[in-house]
């Protein structure tokens, strides 16, 4: 069964949500990253091709062979967060606003308090 790229969040369900995760998501939370891994995770045998032709490293490929990205939800941090107002209960993020234009961080933070 394939994963959707987009979680279903709603109010009253102690939802958490992990922002920028990359390839360390919290189990039982709603892990979210704009990496293309959660692209290549959701096609089947992608990422051995992509190993077999050097594009992928072991570790990487292992990674995908754990299934770590299959848990993990697309998110651009930076635009409107799909959410509903007030249905997220918790926001975790580490090492994640500093990758942000000041201005788009901003934004991010208040995407967060939105929901």
Wanted: glycine share 4%; proline share 7%.
């Amino acid at each position: 069964m394939m994963m959707s790229l987009s979680p279903k969040v709603t109010r009253g369900h102690n939802f958490k949500m992990h922002l920028g995760c990359g390839d360390q998501p919290i189990p039982a939370w709603i892990n979210t990253d704009i990496t293309p891994h959660i692209f290549v995770a959701r096609i089947p045998g992608l990422p051995f091709l992509l190993h077999k032709a050097g594009l992928l490293t072991h570790e990487r490929y292992q990674q995908h062979r754990n299934n770590i990205f299959k848990s993990v939800f697309y998110l651009n941090a930076t635009a409107k967060f799909p959410f509903e107002k007030s249905t997220v209960d918790y926001v975790f993020c580490s090492h994640f606003l500093e990758h942000l234009y000041p201005e788009r961080a901003q934004f991010c933070i208040a995407e967060v308090l939105r929901i």
